[in-house]
C-alpha cells in the first residue's frame, strides 16, 4: 500500500504544479451610457483571445462595473461591451500591468434607421435572463451540447455530472421548458442533441420550492426567496422533432455477451422512448432510464459503461426491454405550468445461479462449535411493470397528480442445501440436507393522487389532498425435503421432513391525508395571532390481509396428508386514524445582499388503532385497540449571502409507540427449520421510542472564485424504552459417559422467542465534504465522506442477560483530477471497521476491518479514441490474502459523422478475483466464498443513429415566437434588479 499513497502524493503534486499560474492581472472598469451618463447595469463584458474565442465575460453591476481576474500578463485581448438597442464597443488592450483599469466605456443608442454589421455576441443578457449563444463558437460537426456548455467562461461540468454557472449550481435542466424526454438526468439531454440544433441556452433565476423558506412565504411578496439557476435549451424552429439512440452488440470469451438498444424520438410536445439491454456479465440494469443514461452520444467524463459487477454472487443474465411515452397538451408548458401524462413499460427477465460456501464459528460456554454449510440455487424470474402518471399545474401551489402502477411477476427457484456441526475437537455434532423448488407468482395495482390548492389571497382555500389505494395478491407452491441427523452416544436420531406448501396472500390498503393551512384564518380571521400560523391535518389508513395456507406432509408413498398444525386461513383487517394540530412560526431578516430564515414547529396527534384478526385458528382470533399521544417539535435555519453561501439546518424531535405484533404473540410454530425454532413471545408489552436527528450543510456559491466548497453532518439518536428483543435457548441432549456420569453437548437446535428488554438505542453521525476547483481546462475534485454507528441492543442467550454493543466506523477519501477532456484520473481509499461486544455471555469481542482502494485513468487520445483501465484493491482480516482486479478498455469512434465505436474490454486481467465476505455476528464469525464472475475478454460494436429536424424547416419564427420563455406573472417579486419566478 505504500505504492498506493505514493500515487496519491504524486497527482496532489503534478496538480499544484499544473494549477500554479504565476503572471496574472486583473482588468475593471465601469460601463455607461453616452447620452444621459446613466450607469448601465446588466451589459455584457466579453474578453476575446487572438482566435476570437472566448476568454471570459461578466455582467456589470448596478453601479455599472465589471472587475474579472486570471488573465496572463503581456497578452493581448480585445474587450467587447454589449446591451441590447446600443451599439457594441470592442477595444483591443494588452495585459501590461497585474492591475489594468480600463477607462470609462460610454454605450451609444442605435439610430432607428441606419445599418450596424456587427459580429455575433457568444453571451448576452436580455432583460433578467442571461442567453448564451451557440453560434459564436466554432466547433466540430459532432458536438454536443456538452462540449459547447464546456466552452462558455463561468460554466463548469464537474466529473460527477453536475453543473455550475460562475459558482452556483444548476440543479435543473429543461428543453424547450420541459424535462427532456421526462427525464430529471440532464445528460440525457446534454450529451445527445447537437450544438447546432441549439437556437439558445438561457440561464434564469427561480424560487426554489423545495426548500421550507420558500413554501412557509409565499404569502409575504417581500420576503426573500432562496433561488436556483434554471438552464432551458431553446432548439432551434425547424429542428423542434428528431431522434436518437444507440445500438450495440458486443461478445467475448467465456462465452460472455452483452447488447443494448436506446431510441429516443421527440417533437414539439411529445416524446417517446424505446430500449433494452441483455447480458450475462454480472452488469445490473436498472430499467429504461438506466439505459438512456448509459448510451448518451458522447460523455466526456466516462470510465466504463456498463461494467461488471464483480461483488454480485453467482452467474446472472438479465434481458430488460422497455418503452416510455410523454405527451404535453399545451405547446408552451414548463415546470411551473404543464399539462402532461407519462406512461412506461418495463419488462425482466432474469435468471441466475449462484453457490457459497460458509465457515462459522459459533463460541459458547460449553464449548464452542465449527458449521460448514453450502447453499446451490438456480432462480429464474419474470416481471411485467405499467406506470401512467398525470400532472396539472399552474403554479408550485396550484396543482393536480394522479399516479398508477400495475405489476406481474413470476418467479421460480430450486435450491440444495445443507450444513455439518462440529466441535472445536472435530467431532460430528448433526448434520442437514435439503432441497426445494419454489413457484411463485404476484400481480399488484397501486394508486395515489395529489391535490394542492394555494392562494395567497385567500389562506381559507390552502388544502392539500393526498390519497392512495394499492391491492396485491402473491401465490407460492413449495416443495422441500430435509433430512436432520442428530449424533448422540447412545446412536443417531434422524428426522425426516418432506412437504408441499400452498400459500395465497392478499393485501388491499387506502391511505389518506388531508392538509388544511387556513385554520388560523378559518377561527381568528384576520388576528395575526403574534405571527404564528395554525395548520391540521387528518390522515386515515384501512389495511386488510388475508392468508390462506395449505401444507401437506408427505409419507414414504409419496402420498399428502393435511398438515392440521400448519393449514389455516386468517384475515387481519387494521383502521387507523391520527389528528394532528401543529403549530409554524417563522421570522426573517433580509436585505439586497444576505438573508435569513428561522422556522419553530410544534405539533401534537392522538393515533388510533383497531386491529381485528379473524383465524380458522381459534388462538389466534383477537380484537385490540390502541390510542397513542404523539408529540414532535422541529427547528429550522437557513442563511444566504449573495456570491458567497449558503448555510442550512434542521433539528427535529419525535416520539412514538410499537406493540406486538400477532406472530409474536401467537405464532404458528413450524418446525420445518429444526436448528432455529421460533416460538414468539409471552406477557409482552408496548414498546415507546424517542427520535432525535438534524442535519447541517454550507455551500459556497462564490462566482469570484474558481473553486466549490461543501460540508455536510447528519445525526441522529434513537432510543427506545421495552424494545422486542430475541432470547435464544441452545438446546442440549444429556447422555451417560463411559463412567456412568452425566454429560451435556450442545445438538445444533436453537428455540428463539420474544421478550421485552430494559432499553436500545442507536446513534448514527453521518459526514461529508467536498472541493472542486477549475482553472482554465483543469479540474480537481477531492471528496471525503465518513459514518459513525454506535449501538447497544438487549437479548437473552441461554436465560442470560446479554448486552450486545455494536460501533461501525466507515471513512473513504476520493481524489480525482482531469485535464481538459483528455486526462481523467481518479484515486480513493475506504476503510472501514466493525466491533461487537457481548457483556453478559461470555463477554466475548468480535471485530472486522476492511480497507480497499481504487485507482482509474482515462485517456481521450482525441475525440476518437479513448483509453481506460480501473484497478481495485481489498483487503479483509478475516481473508488470508489481498485482492486486485484490475480491468481495461480501449474505444474508437469511426465514420464521417463519428457515429459508430468499437470497444475492447479485458476485465481482472490478473485472474485474482474471489467473492469472499468475513462477518461477525452474535455468536461468532462468518467466512463465506461466493461463485462469481471470472476473467474475460470482449470485443463491443455501436452504432448511434440520429436525426434531427426536419418537416418543419418552413415554420415561421417570431420575435419571441417559440423561443421565448413565459410571460413574467404580475407581481412577481423583484430581488436585486432581477424578476424571480416561482416556477
Known amino acids: 500500500m505504500k505504492q498506493f499513497f505514493a500515487t496519491l502524493i504524486i497527482l496532489f503534486t503534478i496538480s499544484s504544479n499544473v494549477h500554479a499560474q504565476p503572471g496574472t492581472g486583473r482588468i475593471y472598469g465601469v460601463v455607461k451610457d453616452t447620452a444621459l451618463g446613466v450607469l448601465m447595469e446588466s451589459a455584457t463584458v466579453i474578453i476575446y483571445k487572438p482566435d476570437s474565442s472566448v476568454a471570459m465575460f461578466k455582467i456589470t453591476d448596478k453601479e455599472g462595473r465589471y472587475d474579472m481576474t486570471g488573465l496572463p500578463l503581456q497578452a493581448k485581448y480585445e474587450l467587447a461591451v454589449s446591451f441590447a438597442g446600443y451599439k457594441d464597443v470592442r477595444l483591443p488592450f494588452t495585459m501590461s500591468a497585474a492591475v489594468k483599469k480600463m477607462d470609462t466605456i460610454y454605450l451609444q443608442v442605435k439610430n432607428s434607421d441606419e445599418v450596424i454589421v456587427t459580429s455575433i455576441s457568444p453571451i448576452r443578457m436580455n432583460g433578467d435572463t442571461l442567453e448564451i449563444n451557440p453560434a459564436a463558437f466554432k466547433m466540430s460537426n459532432d458536438a454536443v451540447a456538452e462540449d459547447l456548455l464546456n466552452k462558455v467562461p463561468g460554466v463548469v461540468i464537474w466529473a460527477d455530472g453536475s453543473i455550475t454557472m460562475n459558482g452556483k449550481p444548476i440543479p435543473k435542466v429543461l428543453v424547450d421548458g420541459k424535462p427532456f424526454l421526462g427525464s430529471a438526468d440532464h445528460r440525457v439531454a446534454t450529451q445527445n442533441l447537437p450544438k447546432n440544433i441549439i ?108 461494467r461488471s459487477n464483480f461483488g454480485r454472487n453467482g452467474i446472472n443474465r438479465v434481458i430488460s426491454p422497455g418503452i416510455q411515452f410523454t405527451h404535453s397538451f399545451s405547446k408552451s408548458e414548463n415546470e411551473r405550468r404543464s399539462n402532461r401524462i407519462t406512461g412506461s413499460y418495463d419488462y425482466d427477465n432474469n435468471a441466475g445461479n449462484s453457490n457459497t460456501q460458509r465457515y462459522q464459528e459459533r463460541y459458547y460456554d460449553v464449548g464452542d462449535q465449527i458449521i460448514n454449510s453450502f447453499d446451490d440455487n438456480n432462480s429464474q424470474s419474470e416481471r411485467h411493470v405499467v406506470r401512467m402518471n398525470y400532472n396539472k399545474s399552474l403554479d408550485y401551489n396550484k396543482r393536480f397528480i394522479i ?70 395478491e402473491n401465490t407460492s407452491d413449495r416443495k422441500e425435503n430435509t433430512l436432520y441427523n442428530f449424533y448422540k452416544v447412545t446412536g443417531t436420531e434422524t428426522t425426516l421432513i418432506n412437504r408441499h406448501s400452498i400459500k395465497q396472500t392478499g393485501s388491499t390498503s387506502f391511505n389518506s391525508a388531508l392538509n388544511y393551512n387556513g385554520l388560523k384564518r378559518l377561527l381568528l380571521g384576520r388576528f395575526n395571532f403574534f405571527g404564528i400560523d395554525i395548520s391540521t391535518s387528518h390522515n386515515i389508513s384501512y389495511q386488510k390481509n388475508d392468508d390462506d395456507n395449505k401444507v401437506f406432509d408427505i409419507d414414504a408413498s409419496q402420498k399428502e396428508n393435511s398438515n392440521q398444525n400448519l393449514t389455516y386461513n386468517e384475515t387481519i383487517a387494521t383502521f387507523q386514524y391520527v389528528p394532528t394540530l401543529a403549530l409554524n412560526k417563522n421570522f426573517n431578516k433580509w436585505s439586497s445582499r444576505k438573508s435569513s430564515f428561522y422556522s419553530f414547529r410544534t405539533a401534537v396527534n392522538k393515533q388510533f388503532i383497531e386491529e381485528e384478526n379473524i383465524s380458522s385458528r381459534s388462538n389466534r382470533n383477537l380484537n ?181 454493543n455494536t460501533t461501525n466506523f466507515t471513512q473513504s477519501l476520493r481524489f480525482n483530477y482531469f485535464y481538459k477532456t483528455v486526462l481523467i484520473t481518479g484515486i480513493g481509499a475506504t476503510t472501514g471497521a466493525n466491533n461487537s461486544r457481548q457483556t453478559g455471555y461470555k463477554n466475548s469481542r468480535f471485530n472486522t476491518r476492511t480497507f480497499s482502494g481504487e485507482f482509474n485513468v482515462t485517456v481521450n487520445v482525441n475525440k476518437n479514441t479513448s483509453v481506460s483501465s480501473n484497478l481495485t484493491y481489498s483487503k479483509n482480516n478475516g481473508i488470508v490474502k489481498p485482492i486486485t482486479i484490475w480491468n481495461s478498455n480501449a474505444s474508437y469512434r469511426f465514420m464521417k459523422s463519428k457515429q459508430a465505436e468499437v470497444k475492447f474490454t479485458a476485465t481482472d486481467i490478473l485472474k485474482q478475483f474471489k467473492n469472499i465476505s468475513y462477518v461477525a455476528n452474535d455468536f461468532g464469525v462468518t467466512s463465506s466464498v461466493s461463485n462469481g464472475l471470472q476473467q474475460y475478454f470482449m470485443f463491443t460494436l455501436s452504432y448511434f443513429p440520429r436525426k434531427f429536424g426536419g418537416g418543419e424547416g418552413n415554420s415561421n419564427r417570431r420575435a419571441g415566437g417559440n423561443n421565448a420563455r413565459p410571460a413574467v406573472p404580475a407581481g412577481a417579486p423583484v430581488q436585486g434588479g432581477r424578476v424571480i419566478r416561482r416556477g
Not at 409575504?220 to 425547424?238: E, F, G, N, V, Y
Open 199 to 306: 437556437d439558445k441556452i438561457q440561464l434564469y433565476n427561480e424560487v426554489d420550492m423545495s426548500t421550507e423558506a420558500s413554501r412557509l412565504q409565499m404569502t409575504d411578496a417581500q420576503a426573500p426567496k432562496d433561488s436556483l439557476l434554471t438552464m432551458d435549451i431553446r432548439l432551434k424552429a425547424d429542428k423542434k422533432n428528431g431522434f436518437f439512440g444507440k445500438y450495440g452488440a458486443g461478445y467475448g470469451t467465456d462465452k460472455r455477451y452483452t447488447g443494448d438498444i436506446a431510441l429516443q424520438f421527440y417533437n414539439k410536445q411529445s416524446t417517446l422512448a424505446v430500449g433494452g439491454g441483455a447480458n450475462n456479465i454480472n452488469a445490473e440494469i436498472a430499467g429504461l432510464n438506466d439505459i438512456q443514461r448509459e448510451s448518451t452520444f458522447r460523455n466526456n467524463y466516462a470510465t466504463f459503461r456498463s
Open 403 to 472: 399516479n398508477a402502477t400495475g405489476t406481474t411477476n413470476n418467479s421460480f427457484a430450486e435450491s440444495a442445501n445443507g450444513s455439518v456441526i462440529n466441535t472445536r475437537d472435530g467431532i460430528a455434532v448433526s448434520d442437514r440436507n435439503g432441497n426445494s423448488q419454489t413457484d411463485a407468482s404476484s400481480k399488484s395495482f397501486n394508486t395515489s393522487f395529489n391535490y394542492t390548492n394555494f392562494d395567497s389571497d385567500n389562506p381559507l382555500k390552502a388544502i392539500d389532498v393526498n390519497a392512495s389505494f394499492s391491492r396485491n
Open 624 to 804: 385490540r385497540t390502541f390510542s397513542f399521544l404523539r408529540f414532535n417539535a422541529g427547528a429550522n435555519y437557513s442563511r444566504q449571502v449573495t456570491d458567497r453561501y449558503r448555510l442550512n439546518g434542521n433539528l427535529n424531535y419525535e416520539n412514538g409507540y410499537g406493540y406486538p405484533s400477532i406472530n409474536q404473540i401467537v405464532p404458528v410454530v413450524d418446525s420445518a427449520n429444526l436448528y432455529s425454532l421460533y416460538k414468539g413471545g409471552l406477557n409482552l408489552i408496548n414498546s415507546k421510542n424517542h427520535n432525535l436527528n438534524g442535519n447541517l450543510s454550507f455551500a459556497t456559491n462564490s462566482p469570484k472564485k474558481p473553486s466549490q466548497f461543501s460540508v455536510n453532518i447528519n445525526g441522529s439518536f434513537s432510543n427506545v424504552s421495552n424494545p422486542f428483543a430475541d432470547s435464544t435457548l441452545n438446546l442440549r441432549d444429556t447422555t451417560k459417559d463411559s463412567n456412568g456420569l452425566d454429560s451435556a453437548y450442545l445438538n445444533g437446535k436453537q428455540v428463539r422467542y420474544t421478550v421485552n428488554g430494559v432499553r436500545r438505542y442507536n446513534s448514527n453521525v453521518g459526514y461529508s465534504t467536498s472541493f472542486s476547483r477549475k482553472i482554465k481546462g483543469n479540474q480537481i475534485q477531492i471528496q471525503y465522506n465518513g459514518n459513525i454507528n454506535m449501538g447497544m441492543s438487549p437479548s437473552y442467550i441461554d436465560n442470560i442477560s446479554t448486552i450486545i
